[in-house]
């Protein structure tokens, strides 16, 4: 049965004065440990937030061709998904959750996506997913592609998940510039910076990591409490085109 307690969150330096960020290797190290406790009903769900050292990390699909274009070394991960970065200024969560009866592993990647969507409507910002793919977005402004804020990947081993997403606060994203994110040539990448400037201009307010990661707890605690709910409606196609391609 699972542990009867609800969600737990580990804030693993990122409440620290200064923030400590955290080496990749060593935090997978640390969600194994907690998943086999989790999986072993030992103890609740838990939630770890991180901020991590830059790295790139390549899931079981990552073709050879979307690798760092310059040669940079590259963690290979046990997670589904293809290549992505990590680093300063955006927000890592990896929510180690068991998966009810029932709850298969796209239910749940759905119920990290919704999460992730109603968060940002928090911040006035309307995000959403794209059929076909995983992750958040924003929708194409006419000129270019689909941007995606939240890249998802995870691993379900003992009716357990491991692994999770990464939202782009505020981050440098030419960290991005060096691969094929997530293996999607055709889309953007964009940050809630880049988004709360769209909408309130260049003075608006951007909330910290710790800020967010705050903001996302009890909504992460509802969908993790896998009740129904009424999903967000998908984002608009885009129209430009110049992106009129179709979806891998």
């Not at 009867?4 to 290797?25: K, S």
């Not at 998943?35 to 609740?44: D, L």
């Not at 990464?166 to 809630?192: K, R």
Request: a neutral charge; proline letters at 10%; one cysteine or more.
């Amino acid at each position: 049965m699972p542990h009867p307690e609800g969600l737990e969150f580990e804030y693993l330096g990122i409440t620290e004065v200064p923030p400590v960020r955290t080496e990749y290797r060593w935090c997978w190290d640390h969600q194994r440990r907690v998943h086999a406790r989790v999986s072993a009903h030992e103890i609740p769900d838990t939630v770890i937030y991180v901020e991590h050292d830059p790295v790139y990390t390549a899931g079981r699909r990552t073709r050879p061709q979307a690798y760092p274009f310059d040669g940079t070394p590259v963690v290979p991960v046990d997670r589904g998904g293809e290549i992505t970065w990590h680093g300063p200024g955006q927000l890592v969560g990896y929510p180690i959750v068991f998966l009810q009866r029932g709850i298969g592993v796209v239910d749940y990647v759905r119920r990290v996506e919704e999460s992730i969507i109603r968060l940002l409507a928090g911040y006035d910002l309307q995000a959403g997913r794209v059929p076909g793919r995983t992750g958040v977005w924003f929708p194409s402004d006419g000129t270019g592609p689909e941007r995606k804020i939240c890249a998802i990947g995870i691993r379900v081993s003992r009716q357990t998940a491991m692994h999770g997403f990464a939202l782009n606060i505020d981050p440098q994203t030419t960290g991005f510039d060096n691969i094929i994110p997530c293996g999607i040539a055709d889309a953007d990448v964009t940050t809630m910076a880049r988004e709360l400037r769209r909408v309130h201009g260049p003075e608006a307010r951007i909330p910290g990591l710790v800020e967010v990661a705050r903001s996302l707890e009890p909504i992460l605690t509802e969908m993790m409490a896998f009740r129904p709910y009424r999903m967000s409606p998908d984002i608009p196609r885009r129209s430009h085109p110049a992106f009129l391609h179709p979806i891998d």
